[in-house]
């Protein structure tokens, strides 16, 4: 194992050696023009103002492909592509709570993405708090008959956002486990960081034979006010939500390139989602993902001579409530092979603080001098590998495209992310503009290279 | 003057001597147990809790009332008063607004307090943005006939919450400024230091001889997105407020007393307001103040020797819309010379910096303990004079009474403040208690003191 791997190191040093004199150097100057570039901060912000909220299915969402070709043609972008799936959807309608004893009082919620609807007059029940998730899963089958259940776990705050996964759970899988205890709906503190009224939403799903119960976030001040009062004595709440659904909805994957100089054929693919939750205007998430990475990739095609390999940016079309990974990898089972590498950018516009490659890459010679050109803007090479590249490139890697990963600042993103304050105001220009740098030197870096990370995993 | 200010001061100065021999030492040491006591804490928890959000006129006002008196029941204050008085009272019903074109976009609102309804259906109109009160206040008369005139000055952050009168004044006089030029609505940027949707209300008042056209506040990302979307073209909003009003509603001045030991007709008049706006719970606006002095007064009560002087805490009952300080004064006026000195707590829960007494007292010999004893929760004695007692006060004030005033740090203040985010997570216990000690201290030691503030007043 050693042995080859050495053997093959030293036969991608040799081969290095035909490119340009030094594509660090290419790099470095891209990262340079990057930090003040505009067009990152364009994207974002004409996306964000022009479309609004563009959850799949809506008008929106339609005018959000139309820009998205525009942006791509605009900013020359070739070989543009508008791939087309069908998937299901859900649009929310009105929504409503209130504390309707030991005094009225007027709660801030939000609908978790594809709850059922409540019945029209809406559901008032008696609440039961519990303060982790796990204490809901423990509470005996029947013991919540007839009751509104309210899980008030916290979400705890991270850099790399690793409470987002523990406290999601909840979201997730709450209203069908209160549900199997009796319970007539759910509402959860909301996963977020925040102290904002504001909830936040987000998918949920429902287990099969269980009964559907509607599930919606309270904001986390409700949800600590719910907290005391019921440690007072009863409380009694009354939810109302409104939703419907549509079987099949037109969806778009759309792609553009800068076209590789010597191995077109060779793809990297990485970009963001285009779609976006009803609420806020999706500037963290993930409009900033789509600048980010259509910046980066701009201003590598701005270069007097594309990289060798070709780079393709695409806007996905159903992060949200999933559905664009797997219409992407259908699309393009066929060109797999060819993939050299996929990553996403979708966790805001927070600085990028590391760079996470495929198994053995930080230490392959071509990329030898990118922890200098990273350096400056404090990014690292991470010695661990990527083990995912964002959601919409689940596909790509389950069928074996290695992935990369450019780990963000997420210290204020669950304070925003899926919440009314997803908005253009958060995000900060120059902390946009660092992230176009470091995905601009390290796509330069891969792109311009012959590294077949595929073969790196096969040597490890 | 300067004769008779120094014969003065040496005649303070022998009296003081007659007064327990370190009252500076029962203030340090009132500090010390404040730092720690619950009693704050409690307060602002229980009133927020249990009553939640208290307009004037509303079932949680009478709900307030009642808490008042056994809050202080229970802390152990006497002479507990509930004073009645009326005046009109404004209650929101119904309100949305939400861009028409380019193309549709729920704005996140907030009728301005007092504000005259929309018709039923609502008023569709153009908008014109001006990014200053001061773009809109050189409109020409006319200009903006059929119009909805937006005004989306932001308001400046400042530890003193200097900001707030500067940008007020588009709220208090914008409607009518802009009913002049022939607009049928305005909306104002939220007079806000939040990045928040969540919108900030407050009173407003309409000009005589002009008409009254509807008021509301933009959640500042709203704000930002019309000026945004102004600047690509012409933009149109729909804008629907309810409201009711009544000409006469009954409220309450409620307060409790720790008596003074020997010259108990002498009285400092503390407190807070028990109104708040009708979205939050009021927690830093203003349980925090009400939790604050009368957590400050029950120390004191709870000392084994009452200091010399009366010690009264009003929970006023209408400072938002106004009212509560012109009824204290007319039911006290015949008190108002044994009305020692006068000041409210009314700023949130920030930590107090400074301590401003009225004019000459800060070198009055029987306060020369104080600076020592405030020193070490960090907060200085001002050699400038207290100007405002706060706006409960400002009847007494009027009528010739000294006031004091602890000045907070409010550089967060105006990211809560009138909204739906003031709620309980937003007071931090710690800060809360500082404000505790400091009310303790500075109020030990001036209600076991002879000063005469009116004298040093005069013999300037």
Redesign the interface.
Known sequence: MRISLLALAASLALSSAAFAADPAATAAALREKALTDPTAWTVV?DLT?????RPVGSP?MT?AKDWAVKTFTDLGFTDIKVEEFSKPSWTRGAESASIVG??P?KL?IIGLGETVPTPAKGIEAEIVVFKTYAALLAAPVGSLTGKIAVVTQPMVRAQDGAGYGVAGVMRRNGASEAAKRGAVALLIRSISTS????AHTGIMRYAADVPKIPAAALG??DA??LE??AA?GPVRVKLSLASTTSAKTVAWNISGEIKGSAKPEEVIVIGGHLDSWDV??GAVDDASGIAITTAAAKLIGDLPTHPRRTLRVVMWGSEESGGSSEAYLAAHKDEVPNIVLAGESDFGAGRVYSVMLPQGAAAAPQLKGLADVMTPISVLISRDPARSGGADTEGLQQAGVPVLSLRQDGTRYFDLHHS??D????VVPAELNQNVAAWAAVLYMIADSDIDFRALKDAK
Chains 1, 2 share one sequence.
Request: hydrophobic content about 25%.
């Open positions: 912000e103002t022009t479309v609004g909220p929106a005018r030991p005094y009082f801030s102290d904002s009224r504001l986390v001040p600590e006010l005391r009062l007072r806020g205007t009314e304050d908005t253009l105001d958060k």
